[in-house]
């Protein structure tokens, strides 16, 4: 889903909170997907706490924080530990043994003092620029990509989850249109003026079933469990849903007055 919204800046939530190491060297792998996407690069923002030795060596740059939430460092990974070394008191890797740079990272943390401290402001704390010609406009794929997507979910939605459903709603499209078809079979016969207005709208309301409960019956999944507030603030623009929508919305405009 993330490399299908194309998106510049990505942020996380302990990505790997409940996941053991192999899945997340999985995970790692696929944010570095992400964040060399052939779209544009990616930057990508996490918190995580307290990671392995082998998913620390793959972040660029950290921001430490002591444990009462004062900056401790912020720069490049491979200059923390140095750092914090420093301004930690005493150091307690002196006297216990510890495996890795990690751990001796979250170790020095816990002397460290409750001020702001360094932050690193040179050209090269720049991650990823993104290119003029993506700050300029979006490109094509940008644009389309999201919209093949959502109508490719809604479409595997409608023929797994709803399936039953959307034959009911065929068949009984099918067969109000025959009581219809019955009823002007016999007005034609013995015509009663009294019985066209109540025609008139079995018509009327079929028709409007068809082109306006469908399409509200598409959101049906993503408004219940808060999908789409979620996907609209942080990948799909609204107006890329709604031209989803409105196309696989198309298909009941079609079929139902057909089979009505």
């Known amino acids: 889903m993330e490399i299908a919204a194309c998106p510049k800046l990505l942020l996380l939530d302990e990505p790997t909170s409940g996941l053991d190491s192999f899945i997340c060297e999985g995970l790692f792998s696929l944010l570095s997907l992400i964040k060399h996407n052939q779209d544009g690069p990616v930057n990508i923002i996490m918190v995580i706490h307290q990671p392995g030795q ?26 923390a530990l140095t750092f914090l070394k420093n301004i930690s008191r005493p150091y307690i890797s002196n006297a216990v043994p510890l495996l890795n740079t990690c751990d001796e990272c979250i170790y020095a943390l816990r002397n460290c003092p409750d001020i702001n401290h360094h932050v690193e402001t040179t050209d090269e704390f720049v991650l990823n620029p993104l290119p003029l010609s993506l700050c300029s406009c979006p490109t094509l794929s940008v644009i389309l990509k999201p ?11 409608l023929c797994y989850r709803n399936c039953y459903t959307e034959m009911v709603y065929a068949i009984s499209y099918l067969l109000l249109g025959l009581l219809v ?9 013995s015509c009663n003026i009294d019985l066209v207005p109540s025609i008139y709208f079995m ?48 298909l009941y405009i079609v079929l139902h007055p057909l089979l009505f």
Not at 68 to 77: D, E, F, V
């Open 54 to 79: 082998e998913l620390f060596n793959q972040i660029d740059h950290v921001l430490f924080f002591t444990p009462k939430c004062y900056l401790a460092y912020q720069g490049k990974r491979v200059n």
């Open 203 to 250: 018509i009327s309301l079929a028709f409007g079933a068809a082109t306006c409960v469908s399409s509200q019956r598409l959101f049906g999944v993503e408004i219940v469990n808060q999908t789409f507030v979620r996907e609209s603030r942080n990948y799909y623009h609204p107006v890329q849903y709604w031209i989803a929508k409105t196309v696989v919305s198309s």
């Open 181 to 189: 078809g019955i009823l002007f079979d016999i007005e034609t016969q």
């Open 147 to 157: 919209i093949v997507y959502l109508i490719y979910r809604t479409m595997k939605q």
